[in-house]
């Protein structure tokens, strides 16, 4: 079982940049697909982008396409969201997710592990 631990959120200006990071314990991370979803308050948990179990293959919603780019490290067993261009309507918190198997899933059930969520709040 695999243990899942993000950091790098906090609070910027609209415009401005954030580097998030998922450290994963427990498990063999090159056997997991890794997500990045995010939840804003009022809202259903949604996909940001997700990455194949080789690195080689990325999805990105539709909402953050050319701004946020997601990259996976074996040797450090993170993963990472860089997020630019950062909009107040990306407010929420951020959670990182794996996925048993090969396929790259979009819908959170598909997830079989989560972090605790990290915030990101873009002011306007």
């Known amino acids: 079982q695999v243990q899942l631990v993000e950091s790098g959120g906090g609070l910027v200006q609209a415009g401005g940049s954030l580097r998030l990071s998922c450290a994963a314990s427990?498990?063999?991370?090159?056997?997991?697909?890794m997500g990045w979803f995010r939840q804003a308050p009022g809202k259903e948990r949604e996909i940001v982008a997700a990455?194949?179990?080789?690195?080689?293959?990325?999805y990105y919603a539709d909402s953050v396409k050319g701004r946020f780019t997601i990259s996976r490290d074996s040797a450090k067993n993170t993963v990472t969201l860089q997020m630019n261009s950062l909009k107040p309507e990306d407010t929420a918190v951020y959670y990182c997710?794996?996925?048993?198997?090969?396929?790259?899933?979009?819908?959170?059930?598909?997830?079989?592990?989560w972090g605790q969520g990290t915030q990101v709040t873009v002011s306007s």
């Open positions: 997710a794996a996925k048993n198997g090969v396929a790259v899933a979009t819908t959170s059930s598909r997830y079989d592990y």
């Open positions: 427990g498990g063999t991370f090159s056997a997991y697909v």
């Open positions: 990455i194949s179990r080789s690195g080689g293959s990325t």
